[in-house]
Nanobody, 126 residues
Framework: QVQLVESGGGLVQAGGSLRLSCAASGRTFSNHAMGWFRQAPGKEREFVATISRGGGSTRYADSVKGRFTISRDNAKNTVYLQMNSLKPEDTAVYYC???????????????????WGQGTQVTVSS
């Protein structure tokens, strides 16, 4: 497994922006796809975005497409989530996660990820 630490959450007004970071240590970061997920109060954890190990492929949930951008810097063992045009419904705890298998593919299911960060709170006020 890999150890993951998120940062960058906070309180922002609707229409604002935040950039989340996730620093990884342990397993070889550049061999694995990385993902961002979120969980709102009373709801199940859901997929937000994922990026392939080399950064060339990405996939987004329909709810964030066009507003969020996932990226990674393998030299820094860090994955990012740039969130623009935030909405109150984006309020949640955001988690980064590492795919359990090395490879060039990207996956959106929670069960494909075996390492999770502690989460960072994002609150969007209306």
């Amino acid at each position: 497994q890999v150890q993951l630490v998120e940062s960058g959450g906070g309180l922002v007004q609707a229409g604002g922006s935040l950039r989340l970071s996730c620093a990884a240590s342990g397993r070889t970061f550049s061999n694995h796809a990385m993902g961002w997920f979120r969980q709102a109060p009373g709801k199940e954890r859901e997929f937000v975005a994922t990026i392939s190990r080399g950064g060339g492929s990405t996939r987004y949930a329909d709810s964030v497409k066009g507003r969020f951008t996932i990226s990674r810097d393998n030299a820094k063992n860090t994955v990012y989530l740039q969130m623009n045009s935030l909405k109150p419904e984006d309020t949640a705890v955001y988690y980064c996660a590492a795919d359990c298998l090395p490879g060039p593919y990207i996956r959106t299911g929670l069960s494909s990820y075996d390492s999770w960060g502690q989460g960072t709170q994002v609150t969007v006020s209306s």
